[in-house]
């Protein structure tokens, strides 16, 4: 069983950063992938970016390909999304997620066992 618990979300202005954490419960959050989706207002929830337990591997949308940036520390139990440059198109309710089990794609929601509460992030143009 894993806890995921975001933080880091608020208003900010187009251009602008922000860095979203997302903290796990338990002793083996290393041998978990995890994954950034989002959810905007009236749109289906879709993915963001991955990262595999060690941390070398990461994998974006296309939407946020050179914006942002996927991380983790696993001495910490924590995955970091840092985004820059922000849009208004990246308002949304951002969740982290964590895959227990191989899967053959990572960018699909069912790949993921736990899911956080999500946290808003708004921009402003």
């Known amino acids: 069983q894993v806890q995921l618990v975001e933080s880091g979300g608020g208003l900010v202005q187009a251009g602008g950063s922000l860095r979203l954490s997302c903290a796990a419960s338990g002793r083996t959050f290393s041998s978990y992938r995890m994954g950034w989706f989002r959810q905007a207002p009236g749109k289906e929830r879709e993915f963001v970016a991955t990262i595999a337990q060690s941390g070398v591997y990461l994998y974006y949308a296309d939407s946020v390909k050179g914006r942002f940036t996927i991380s983790r520390d696993n001495a910490k139990n924590t995955v970091y999304l840092q985004m820059n440059s922000l849009k208004p198109e990246d308002t949304a309710v951002y969740y982290c997620?964590?895959?227990?089990?191989?899967?053959?794609?990572?960018?699909?929601?069912?790949?993921?066992?736990?899911w956080g509460q999500g946290t808003q992030v708004t921009v402003s143009s």
């Open positions: 997620a964590a895959a227990g089990k191989y899967y053959s794609s990572y960018t699909h929601e069912v790949a993921y066992n736990y």
